[in-house]
């Protein structure tokens, strides 16, 4: 094929696909060399939209005991005094207290409900409380999942986006 060719192809396929789009319909448009070349909206462009990825003021720096686990049988309340929680960070870095283990990981923030947090790195200690030893498992398979966050009357609230019968409930420190 030559450079012709393949110019003229590039161009009808351009052509092509700015006939397939059209403005107003989630898309963003952008135009190349006189063509139209129409792209699916991106979470950016949204209006829910966190720009900065930012953590929201009412996380940020707040230490956050785990409380309860959310499950298909209602809140299961986790026994006082683990010392699990969570810090979201300012920086937009998430400190994580297993009641065992303790670990760090980047969070980014996306429209106004969503966190996805990791790489998660934790220390590695044998936990001898098998209780806390549980806590530990279900807290970190919660937050290995894109998540969507609350808080309402000094309770935070997360809950897997791909997973419909867990949770956990933290109250502020």
Not at 73 to 101: E, K
Request: with cysteine; glycine share 10%; charged share 15%.
């Amino acid at each position: 094929m030559s450079f012709r060719t393949t110019i003229a192809t590039f161009t009808i396929l351009i052509s092509t696909l700015a006939a397939c789009g059209s403005e107003g319909s989630g898309t963003s448009v952008a135009s190349i060399d006189s063509a139209t070349v129409t792209t699916p909206a991106t979470d950016s462009e949204s209006p829910d939209s966190n720009p900065n990825g930012e953590v929201p003021d009412e996380l940020a720096d707040v230490g956050w005991l785990l409380d309860s686990h959310l499950t298909i049988g209602g809140l299961q309340p986790y026994q006082s005094g683990t010392g699990a929680g969570v810090t979201f960070n300012a920086d937009s870095t998430l400190d994580v207290d297993t009641g065992c283990n303790m670990g760090t990981a980047p969070v980014t923030f996306e429209g106004e409900h969503t966190v996805l947090i990791g790489p998660l790195t934790m220390t590695e200690k044998a936990c001898t409380d098998a209780r806390i030893t549980e806590i530990e498992k279900g807290l970190l398979f919660v937050l290995a999942e894109p998540l969507t966050w609350s808080v309402s009357d000094g309770v935070m609230t997360l809950i897997p986006q791909n997973i419909t019968d867990t949770g956990l409930h933290f109250v502020a420190a």
